[in-house]
């Protein structure tokens, strides 16, 4: 059976339903609020730990080689499959998300493909950094700048050896501030598809 409606309900009708769907799009489109990266390396009270294992769980963002110097080897970098997904919606990192930057010395050889080619070998050392946008840990030299920050080496992975950001992260850091202190343009998987 039909219910007559006149021009006014119809109205009516129509803008709930237009309503109720932009907002389920606007759910859909912010993506999650709160990635797992304060639940896999941040304590309760705003320390960041890792564990070399927990890089297992993260997909690949992309690497980069460094051929000389102290942080000389592989930059592989890690993240949650569902940060790379809101970042190619937003064009940001949720908060929660982590960076892993695990490097690895190298050596090279000659082979088949070429001379001198580079192979990694030893993990070294991880830079961890989890996107905190509510500014939860204010107080610690250690988040800032929308970020908590740590470094790992790998003769005791459970020990953060930064001390403050300013001192110990910005130096790297400082020429990415226009892009979240995040090196983007090495990530081309974070571009939109």
Known sequence: MAFPLDGARCALGLAIALGLGAAALGAHSAGPTTLDGFDRFVGEDGTLRFEPEAVAGLTHLGSWFVPSGDNAGFHHVYTQAAAIAAYREVGAFPDG????????????????????????????????????????????????????????????????????????????????????????????????R
């Open 97 to 192: 998300t982590a960076l892993v930057k695990e490097i690895a010395s190298h050596r090279r050889g000659s082979y088949t493909t070429g001379s001198r080619v580079a192979s990694a070998t030893d993990t070294r050392l991880w830079f961890v950094m989890v996107k905190d946008v509510e500014g939860r840990f204010g107080g610690s030299p250690l988040w800032g700048n929308g970020w908590g920050w740590g470094l790992f080496e790998s003769d005791d992975p459970s020990r953060n050896v930064a001390t403050d950001f300013r001192s110990d992260c910005l130096g790297c850091h400082a020429p990415a501030q226009p892009t979240d202190w995040v090196y983007v343009e090495g990530y081309p998987t974070l571009e939109a």
